[in-house]
């Protein structure tokens, strides 16, 4: 079954810091490509960070370059977010995904056409940035 749970969202005031966990299958996680997305109210859902299971090479939006780093634990199946110097404009809903092997190199920095390459979604994890 192909399942991803997401946890760790929360409140920060501005400059602070979160992490979210998004934890998946085994079968699912092996030799994939895994990627965060956010949905701010009223916009589309963006591209942020994507990982090679395998090799670990990252890939970033030019909106997170420098504050946010995603990182896995292969023996945990567990893709992480580590969001540093939250600002104002970093609030969404950030989702969890599992997207096309061969896109993984541009899906993060594509902006809403990384969506297009999703396979399947975690359900979500709220984060608010007060200023």
């Known amino acids: 079954l192909d399942q991803l749970v997401e946890s760790g969202g929360g409140s920060v005031q501005a400059g602070g810091s979160l992490r979210l966990s998004c934890s998946a299958s085994?079968?699912?996680?092996?030799?994939?490509?895994m990627a965060w997305f956010r949905q701010a109210p009223g916009k589309e859902r963006v591209g942020v960070a994507s990982i090679y299971t395998s090799g670990g090479s990252t890939y970033y939006a030019d909106s997170v370059k420098g504050r946010f780093s995603i990182s896995r634990d292969n023996a945990k199946s567990t893709v992480y977010l580590q969001m540093n110097s939250l600002k104002p404009e970093d609030p969404a809903l950030y989702y969890c995904a599992k997207i096309t092997f061969s896109a993984c190199k541009w899906a993060a920095e594509a902006g809403t056409q990384g969506a297009a390459v999703v396979e399947f979604w975690g359900q979500g994890a709220q984060v608010t940035v007060s200023s």
């Open positions: 085994k079968d699912s996680y092996s030799s994939s490509c």
